[in-house]
């Protein structure tokens, strides 16, 4: 297993009334942010926050290049960006969830004390299949055919390159003590935005090569 330390880019927030980043997503402009009462879209160049959505966000959160997907309670709802507007709701797995990302037509969710990531029919929220990991699951992501996660047990967190058939783990970056991963998205090429839980940050990690 090839195994790095985690290099920051960049530190964004903390932002104006926000605790808590439980998930985060990309829609190729800006980078969404789930912090409890709302889903909050971040401009990556300023570090502003631009826009707001009241939509229940505990959770993680996916776009599927057109509609954003958050996790809220037992429901994973499809929301429109536009107008903030719920348009379909599916349940969420049993056990909970945490982290989300959208690839390949599907959803991938981790649930975090179970240590698994179902990938999801998004249109009835049948689970497909189950992967399995041996530490608690925070974030997904998908890049180039790489499936990612966070992690962040016993105060030590990290993002982890998985074999999305077996579980193995391929790859691991350590992210420094003392920072969290709530969330984990990538920009589609050479950075992760990192969710920086109770910090109320975001951190962009650069992905090694």
Request: net charge neutral; glycine share 12%; proline share 5%.
């Amino acid at each position: 297993m090839k195994r790095t330390a985690a290099t920051i880019v960049r530190e964004y927030g903390p932002f104006p009334d926000v605790t808590h980043v439980h998930g985060v997503s990309y829609d190729g402009t800006n980078v969404w942010i789930a912090t409890g009462d709302t889903l909050n879209a971040i401009d990556p160049a300023s570090g502003k926050t631009v826009r707001a959505l009241d939509v229940p966000a505990h959770a993680g959160t996916a776009f599927d290049g057109r509609h954003l997907y958050q996790i809220s309670g037992d429901r994973i709802q499809k929301v429109d960006p536009t107008t903030g507007r719920v348009i379909a709701t599916v349940p969420t797995p049993d056990g909970g969830a945490s982290g989300m990302a959208w690839a390949e037509g599907s959803l991938w969710v981790g649930q975090h004390r179970n240590r698994r990531i179902h990938q999801v029919d998004p249109q009835t929220g049948a689970i497909l299949r189950t992967i399995e990991s041996n530490r608690f699951v925070t974030g997904v992501t998908w890049v180039e055919g790489e499936l990612w996660h966070g992690t962040w047990e016993a105060e030590k967190s990290e993002l982890r390159r998985i074999d999305p058939r077996s579980g193995e783990v391929l790859e691991q970056i350590d992210m420094p003590a003392g920072i969290s991963v709530s969330g984990l998205e990538s920009n589609g090429g050479d950075t992760f935005f990192c969710g920086g839980g109770n910090s109320g940050k975001v951190r962009s990690v650069k992905r090694p090569k």
